[in-house]
């Protein structure tokens, strides 16, 4: 026998005719006469311009990578002076310097402008980055609100906002930022129904940016071609052929041999047999917490998206369910890689804050009555109130990440600036820098009047950067003391001590004395407080928490020491 059905009223909305995905259009209209059109483009700027400003003139440097490869490079470009590292040396060419002219364009005008100030001209590169990452954050962000509506949008602008892995990944000279740029835009385009635009952007990310973070586009990718196959393979194909003639020309012009950095640096990693990991490993379980620092209950929830997806199919899938979908695939291929660090998650940092502010969303929709969605129920309600008692938990977790990193760790660059106050230590002085070689904030930081930075042997036995020589070529030279097995050389070291003018040095609660320690030779000229992470409780270290981040922690010191002349 046929199932009976209820007659339809004239009061019922029309059943939907075909199976098109959600959209917060399909919401029933609003008889309160509110405005649902969505966010606008001037609140995720304002916020997000406010934020990232803060970010390029107070984030610490969190790698020696993004200094050596990127820095450095560009302060060679701009001043004829910095550190090469083997990946630059035209033997092996494994980084492309277009990336590096990309914000030459911003690095050289702001050397006219301030001339002898370099450190101004490091921070004009930084509010450049950051205004790269609120285009794209807030394109992304709008996207949402026009697709999904406000409250969606409102949480992800929060989130990527205070969120210790944006405020730190954002401002930051490295190639994974780009792509998370290009992350955040492609997925913003992708939302916008422009599929053939949101690739080419990814294209942009991939071969200007990191060529591995080619894996997190794919999703992306793939739908967008089954979608409209013909203009999306035609956009693509030729931003991918233009950007890597591009490549190879510039290659060209500064390696002087035709050369692809791009396929260099997949082969050394893909093919070469993974000699990354010379420079460490670490266990499967790395990223997960790495990402439960920097992103807190914010990563925890961005992991249960696909646990919520039975509920709130109708709201998600497919389109941001392809928009998160990098979170997993990408998490999961780089836990089984050996060579490990934070930044190679920073292409899917926007995507994690996506995928959490869905679930906080669809809290509700776990206790709703499926034959009566617009119930209310108490259920419903708690559910509705643990929204915002959530995001605020993670808010304030994450200003205390930043806010612990920032004055724990902001002492090396800081320590650096002070050299400008001492240049009567004389033209032609030599700073030494020992251990501390990997927390060096770039040249940048360095005064004219200092001649030379020279390390000093304090028992690495890894290959150092060395400073381009330009009797032997500059950025075209393959000097014999580089290696690509990351064997020490005999010229990274300053053979006499007894050459510095200047040092820097961390002064910790150990044992054993250091260089600075001798007091008949060395005077403290400046001195900052570090915090020493072996001897502070993980807790309080991570996290600012008040009136007990100060007593609970330890600290050394971070000293800018000159040699007494005698």
Request: proline content about 6%; some cysteine.
């Amino acid at each position: 026998m046929a199932t009976r059905q209820r007659r339809a009223w004239p009061s019922d909305p029309p059943a939907p005719t075909s199976s098109t995905a959600y959209t917060k259009l399909d919401k029933p209209e609003r008889s309160d006469g509110e405005d649902d059109r969505g966010l606008g483009w001037l609140l995720p700027l304002i916020c997000l311009g406010m934020l990232r400003h803060m970010s390029a003139t107070s984030n610490i440097i969190h790698d020696c990578d993004e200094v050596f490869n990127y820095w450095e490079p560009l302060h060679y470009l701009l001043y004829k002076s910095g550190f090469q590292t083997w990946e630059y040396s035209a033997q092996f060419g494994l980084r492309s310097y277009l990336y590096i002219l990309l914000h030459k364009l911003v690095g050289q005008p702001a050397s006219w402008w301030f001339g002898e100030e370099k450190v101004r001209v490091f921070y004009a590169v930084r509010i450049f980055l950051a205004v790269l990452s609120v285009i794209s954050d807030a394109a992304l962000v709008v996207a949402l609100s026009r697709k999904y509506g406000k409250r969606l949008a409102s949480y992800t602008l929060a989130m990527l906002c205070l969120a210790s892995g944006c405020f730190f990944a954002s401002t930051s000279f490295l190639p994974s930022s780009f792509s998370m740029y290009a992350m955040s835009l492609s997925s913003a385009l992708f939302l916008f129904d422009k599929p053939a635009m949101a690739v080419s952007v990814a294209a942009t990310g991939v071969i200007l940016g990191w060529p591995f973070s080619v894996l997190a586009f794919l999703p992306l990718t793939i739908y967008s071609l089954v979608k409209s196959f013909k203009s999306v393979f035609l956009t693509g194909v030729v931003t991918s052929i233009i950007l890597m003639v591009l490549s190879v020309l510039v290659d060209y012009s500064y390696y002087k041999r035709w050369t692809s950095s791009v396929i260099n640096l997949l082969v050394y990693n893909v093919l070469g047999g993974g000699e990354s990991h010379l420079y460490g490993t670490e266990g499967p379980s790395f990223y997960l917490r790495n990402g439960f620092n920097n992103f807190n209950f914010c990563f925890v929830l961005a992991l249960l998206f696909l646990a919520i997806l039975p509920f709130a199919k109708k709201k998600y899938v497919p389109e941001l369910l392809i928009v998160v979908s990098p979170v997993y695939l990408w998490i999961s291929f780089m836990s089984l890689q050996p060579h490990k660090e934070e930044r190679f998650l920073y292409p899917i940092y926007p995507l994690i804050c996506v995928a959490a502010s869905a679930v906080i969303e669809s809290f509700p929709d776990l206790f709703r009555d499926k034959y009566n969605p617009n119930g209310t129920s108490v259920l419903v309600m708690i559910a509705k109130i643990l929204r915002p008692i959530v995001l605020g938990l993670i808010l304030c977790a994450s200003h205390a990440r930043t806010f612990s990193l920032i004055n724990g760790y902001s002492a090396p660059i800081e320590i650096y600036k002070h050299l400008d106050y001492h240049d009567d230590a004389g033209a032609g002085s030599v700073l030494c820098v020992g251990s501390e070689w990997h927390r060096f904030p770039s040249s940048f930081f360095i005064p004219d009047y200092v001649g030379q930075v020279r390390w000093l042997d304090d028992g690495f036995t890894g290959l150092l950067p060395i400073p381009f020589n330009s009797s032997l070529g500059g950025t075209s030279a393959a000097p014999s003391y580089f290696n690509n097995k990351n064997k020490a050389s005999e010229d990274q070291f300053l053979r006499d001590p007894e050459q510095c003018t200047l040092l820097i040095e961390l002064q910790l609660q150990r044992p054993y004395p250091t260089r600075g320690s001798d007091m008949s030779t060395w005077e403290i000229v400046a001195a900052l407080p570090y915090l020493d992470r072996e001897l502070s409780p993980p807790m309080y270290r991570s996290f600012f928490i008040p009136y007990q981040w100060q007593h609970k922690n330890v600290f050394g010191q971070y000293r800018l020491l000159r040699r007494i002349q005698k």
